[in-house]
């Protein structure tokens, strides 16, 4: 995963107070990520699962790479 999250503390004028302001980001910062984290299983990866068609066969492992999603299969 590749995130980009820009932090501008230019107003800070101590050192103590540029630390407590970076915790401060970098806690909300992961309190979004663990939000977004968290309706990833609901949302996304359920969309993913119903791509492929249920065939009610048992998955050969060994020839997994040669199976194919014809386009708008549902």
Not at 48 to 71: D, F, G, M, N, S
Request: aromatic share 6%; glycine share 6%; proline share 5%.
């Amino acid at each position: 995963m590749k995130t980009n999250h820009p932090v501008d503390k230019s107003d800070i004028s101590s050192p103590s107070a540029l630390v407590k302001a970076i915790a401060e980001d970098e806690k909300m910062y992961q309190e979004e990520l663990n939000r977004t984290f968290a309706g990833l299983g609901d949302g996304i990866f359920k969309g993913l699962r119903r791509l492929l068609p249920v065939t009610k066969q048992k998955i050969e492992w060994e020839k997994v790479a040669t199976y194919k999603v014809k386009p708008g299969q549902k």
